[in-house]
T-cell receptor, first 110, second 117 residues
Framework: QKEVEQDPGPLSVPEGAIVSLNCTYSNSAFQYFMWYRQYSRKGPELLMYTYSSGNKEDGRFTAQVDKSSKYISLFIRDSQPSDSATYLCAMSAGGYKLSFGAGTTVTVRA | EPEVTQTPSHQVTQMGQEVILRCVPISNHLYFYWYRQILGQKVEFLVSFYNNEISEKSEIFDDQFSVERPDGSNFTLKIRSTKLEDSAMYFC???????????????FGNGTRLTVT
């Protein structure tokens, strides 16, 4: 079983729709969960950070972590064409290393 | 906003040659990293560096790889004898503290695309 699994998509939604992204993981030591956004030919950029289980909201973005199910989600409300990017989940057990998912490519159609 | 800068943006080299990828981390950051992303695959951790020594490295980071902070601003990744499978995008990153610390995210550069022919 892969350490972090993420459906690569692609996902195409109309402008204004809710985008739902998720990752599953196998390492129960992971405690820190992040979502990064990566535009074409750019480095990943941190969107959301969550520690342990629970929800976190920041503007149009909501991150959820369910450690009992080893499942994390990112929701993007009122999606915009500028949200078109690849979204990467990443997680850490507390050390220096982040383990990334494969990334989901999202296109928001105007 | 301060950013991590990487040079060159694209490096083409022949198999067996040595390459040095260069990075200038954000100036007040203390932790430095290299990640790579082979085309179509996930971003993979290579190495972290703190206080002038490697703090953690992955299985990928074998004896062919080395890192150095030659001065107060640059951070380099050297691949001694490149192989075809080293072709990838290499990302440098830096952070103020360990990545698990709240409000200490990794800041990534835009990468160097290494092509080994």
């Amino acid at each position: 079983q892969k350490e972090v699994e993420q459906d690569p998509g692609p996902l195409s939604v109309p402008e204004g729709a809710i985008v739902s992204l998720n990752c599953t993981y196998s390492n129960s030591a992971f405690q820190y969960f992040m979502w990064y956004r990566q535009y074409s030919r750019k480095g990943p950029e941190l969107l959301m950070y969550t520690y342990s289980s629970g929800n976190k909201e920041d503007g149009r973005f909501t991150a959820q972590v369910d450690k009992s199910s080893k499942y994390i989600s990112l929701f993007i409300r009122d999606s915009q064409p500028s949200d078109s990017a690849t979204y990467l989940c990443a997680m850490s057990a507390g050390g220096y290393k982040l383990s990334f998912g494969a990334g989901t490519t999202v296109t928001v159609r105007a | 906003e301060p950013e991590v800068t990487q040079t060159p943006s694209h490096q083409v080299t022949q198999m067996g040659q040595e390459v040095i990828l260069r990075c200038v981390p954000i100036s007040n950051h203390l932790y430095f990293y290299w990640y790579r992303q082979i085309l179509g695959q996930k971003v993979e951790f290579l190495v972290s560096f703190y206080n002038n020594e490697i703090s953690e490295k992955s299985e990928i980071f074998d004896d062919q790889f080395s890192v150095e902070r030659p001065d107060g601003s640059n951070f380099t990744l050297k691949i001694r004898s490149t192989k075809l499978e080293d072709s990838a995008m290499y990302f440098c990153a830096s952070s103020e503290a360990v990545p698990s610390t709240y409000n200490s995210p990794l800041h990534f550069g835009n990468g160097t695309r290494l092509t080994v022919t």
